[in-house]
Structure formats: C-alpha cells, structure tokens
C-alpha cells in the first residue's frame, strides 16, 4: 500500500487529505483525513490525478523507420518526468494504423511503455471504421505523413462512414494551403484562415455526423467563437491547447529560432496566444495536449514541423498558475479530468474507474508538483530521445517532483 498525504487537487474541489493506493491492483482504495503518516515529504506541494497527453507522435511502428527518434519506451521515459502518467499517440505513422490488423500490430508495440498509451486509428481517403471501439484522427490538408485529404469533398464522402464515431481533426483547409504555399514565410503559407475555415467544416462534420468531435492543437482566436457558438448549441465538439501555442507568438520568432518554432499549425499572433491562455482557463478549450513531435535536430534544421513537449508538460502547467492564473483545480481539469474522460471508453480491463480522479475505485496515478521551485530547462536532463525542447533555457516556475503509476512512484531525476 502506498499512502501519500497533503494538498489534494481535484477538478471540482481542493482539500487536505491522504491517499491510499493499492500496489497490486493499482487502484486508489482510500482517500480520507490527512493523520500525519505519509510514505512521501510532500510539503509545499500539491497532489494532483496523473496528467495524460491528448496528443502525442511516439514514432514506433511496424516499419521501425522512425524508432531513431523516439519509440514508446523513450516516450514514456520522457511522460514520466513530465507527470504524465497516459498518453494518447497520433496515427501519421509509415505503417499507418488504418485497418484491424495494423492498429492491433502497433497496439502490441505499446507494451514496451510504462504509461498507457491509447492509439488513434487514422481515416484516409479510402479507410473504413475498425471493428473495435477506437478513437480516430482525420488530417483534413497536408501534415506530416501522408494521410491527410485534397478537398472538402473527399473528407465529407469518407467521415460520411464514421457516424457516431469519436473523430479528432487537424483543422487546415487544403484549398487554402495550396493558394497560400508559395508565401515567403511558414506562418503565411498555413494563415489564420486556413484554421478557421476548416473548424467550420469540422463543426459542419460533427454536427451532421453526430460525431464525437476535437479540434486538435487549436491556435487562432477567430476560431474561438465558432467553438463557442457550436458548443452553445449542444454539438458534441471539445478542444486542445498546445504549449507553444501559449507560450511562444510570432512575435518570438528570429532568424536563429525560426526552424525550432517551426509546427503545423504554425505560432500565431499575441492576440491569438492571449486569447487561448483565456480559453483554456475559462473551459471553452478542453485540454492542454502537446502535440509532442520529435524530430531530431538534423531534421529540424532540415525544415521538420513539430516540437517535442513530454518533460516539460509538469513545470509548464506551474508557468500557467503563475502567469496567468490558473487554479490548481483548473490545472486538475485540463490536464486530469477532461484528458480522463476522453480516453476512458476506450481503456481495456485493469485501470478500475479509468484515470482522471483521486477518489476510490480510479487508477492510482498521480502527478505532485512544487509550484514553487524554479527549474530551467536543460537539455541534459531531457528523457526524450531526439534531445531537446523548445523551452531550453527557459526557467519555468516549478516542477514534476513524483509521478505515481498504479502505486510506484518515480521521483524526478
């Protein structure tokens, strides 16, 4: 049994107490009045259900062409010091888990992680919905990989097929993208608009499909409303929020970082930062999901998109409580409960009540930061295989100092 006492964060309630997770099974089996008898020092710290990552690129598949940069023991080596105790892994895979037989392959694979890991299976041009109950990611243009779609068109005449399913898409319209491929710059050849005019087919999608719909990696403010607007009106669409999407704008960028900050969809306006930290705080965006997409340096100075985020996902949750305000039960909401809820349908027999809560009967992870120790981020303590974060350098204002998974613990190293 392990016992860990002190400052518990929920989603809907903080409060001092003791918890009491059972090692053999994993299930948390007591949480009560704090009494003095702890197994952990967690004084000056806070308790919170395990974090889980939304939306993470772990690269192993059956082809292991892409295992040099990061496999799904490295990626949760690099979870585990970041306080992510689940993840949720994209499908743009060369052996792309399309089919029964290629995400039950890659499924196997994830065996080699500490944290679980639940897959995307990925919808193309000519895919049909699996058997089993899975969610699904939908590229609606060009990303990394090649499963993504040409027109509104082909997407509509394929999602017609997953009625009813849970379908998270990549929100850029490729008839923007190809108009706009020969501007000078990253930003300007996937612009705002690209963003906002497929969010309003993928609400279009959601709605007449009566999907289970996300919108990934969200980063403009003109999109905003339209989420807003969609949820009003009882459409079943949730949203993610990217840590470079918070913390970095634009207005960052120099000649020197310019390949570094470079993602799809790419950093946008101050404006457009300001009003995601609002969002997400506020709950009209969901989940604070990375997008984690390693590439090794060699590839990004060769024009790769994505950044890597797993290590750092802990101390950048403290960065949104100390700059901008965020509750710890805000934190436990979009970085526990909401992720939680999401996968929850979709975890095989063992996890009890699924991940999310500290209550009795849920899996007995846990991610306990101290909100106040400042850390900077080097690259020599990274776990990730490809080597570096976007954040090196950076000081953020506190960090992961345990994550407990089914009842053991990790200290941070």
Known sequence: MLRVEGRIANHDREFEGAIEINTETGLIEKVGPATGNSDLDLRGQIILPGFGDLHIHAREDASQSQVYIE????????????GVTHVAD????????????????KEKLTAKSAVHVTLYAGIGPHTSPLTRNVPYKAFMGPSVGDLFFSSREQLEKVIAKYRSKNVSFHCEDPAILEVSKGAATHEQRRPARAEIAATEFAIYLIERYGLIGKLCHYSTKGGLEKIAAAKARGVRVTAEAAPHHLFFDDTMLTNENRLWLQMNPP?????????????????????????HAPHTPEDKMGGKSGVPHLDTYGAFATWLMAEHGFSARDIARVCSYNPGSFVKEFLPHGFGKGFGVIEPGYFGSLTILNPDAPTVIRREELKTKCGWSPFEGY???????YTVLGGKVYPAN
């Open 71 to 82: 496999d799904f023991a490295t990626v949760s080596a690099a979870a585990i010091h970041g």
């Open 90 to 105: 994209m499908p743009n895979n060369p052996v792309a888990p399309v089919d029964d037989a290629k995400y039950a392959e």
């Open 267 to 291: 950093l946008r306006g101050r404006e457009d930062r300001l009003a995601l930290i609002a969002a997400l705080r506020e709950g009209l965006v969901d989940y604070l999901a990375t997008d």
């Open 395 to 401: 000081t953020l204002p506190g960090r992961v100092t």
